[in-house]
């Protein structure tokens, strides 16, 4: 790998020593080229030194590390997310599949998201993606991103269906009839879906409320005619969410 230049934006003088000492020490061929407190320190300081990759703060004194993307036309780098124990960041970056690590950082795990970074050729496709969701108006066009062993799946919401899960694999099953195997659980989708009117009705189903057509004795009717099972103890929960 040639010499890159890594950017470091953290509010917390010591998350930044830390950091910084971790890159330095343990990782070979990667220069800290500079370290912003501040989104608008940040924002000029990748103005001027172009930095390769960038490891960005969801939680800045002035700005989150999404609206310090959304400032810049052209996204020239790779961005590594830092987050606290924050379960609604963690949610975000799975749904997006954007890399990111949990403070503090640990030096195995800081290696592992440098040779992801090696592996991704500076793609940035994932980011956009998840600047697009952000600001789309409607949950359903949101987009799910899903790295798979053919490739990155990029699935809106509504043509989510339903995920029925099978052991440790999971189907998404689509709305023009055709169905994607994940080798993630039932558990990973009902986690970063929950918040995107998907219902988990069943220990091997998730449904999505925009196919629902109609609830009626323990089932979930689809608008393509799928029946989609509710298992007992979730019944009321089932009411509940849905009417």
């Not at 020593?17 to 300081?45: F, N, P, R, Y």
């Not at 800045?60 to 810049?72: A, H, I, K, V």
């Not at 990111?100 to 950082?105: A, G, N, Q, S």
Request: proline share 2%.
């Amino acid at each position: 790998m040639k010499q890159v230049k890594a950017l470091i934006v953290e509010d917390s003088a010591l998350m930044a020593t830390m950091l910084h000492d971790l890159l330095e020490q343990h990782v070979t061929d990667i220069a800290v080229s500079g370290v912003a407190a501040t989104g608008k320190k940040a924002l000029q300081i990748i103005a001027s030194e172009k930095p390769d990759v960038v490891f960005l703060d969801i939680e800045l004194p002035d700005m989150t590390g999404f609206e310090l993307l959304q400032q810049l036309d052209d996204i020239s780098f790779k961005t590594i997310f830092t987050t606290s124990h924050s379960h609604y960041a963690i949610r975000a970056f799975r749904f997006n599949a954007l890399d990111y690590l949990i403070k503090p950082i640990k030096e195995s795990e800081l290696d592992e998201a440098i040779k992801r970074f090696v592996k991704s050729a500076g793609n940035n496709v994932d980011v956009r993606q998840a600047l697009s969701n952000l600001e789309s108006k409607s949950v359903e066009d949101q987009k799910l991103i899903l790295p798979t062993q053919n490739g990155t799946l990029r699935l809106p919401l509504k043509q989510i269906t339903h995920i029925e899960g099978e052991r440790n694999y999971s189907y998404i099953h689509l709305s023009n009839g055709s169905r994607e195997l994940s080798s993630k659980n039932l558990a990973y989708f009902e986690d970063i879906l929950i918040d995107k009117n998907f219902f988990r009705s069943h220990r091997s189903y998730l449904v999505n409320r925009y196919h629902i057509d109609a609830l009626k004795n323990d089932q979930f009717f689809l608008k393509n005619g799928v029946e989609v099972p509710i298992s007992r103890r979730k019944r009321s929960e089932a009411d509940s969410w849905f009417f």
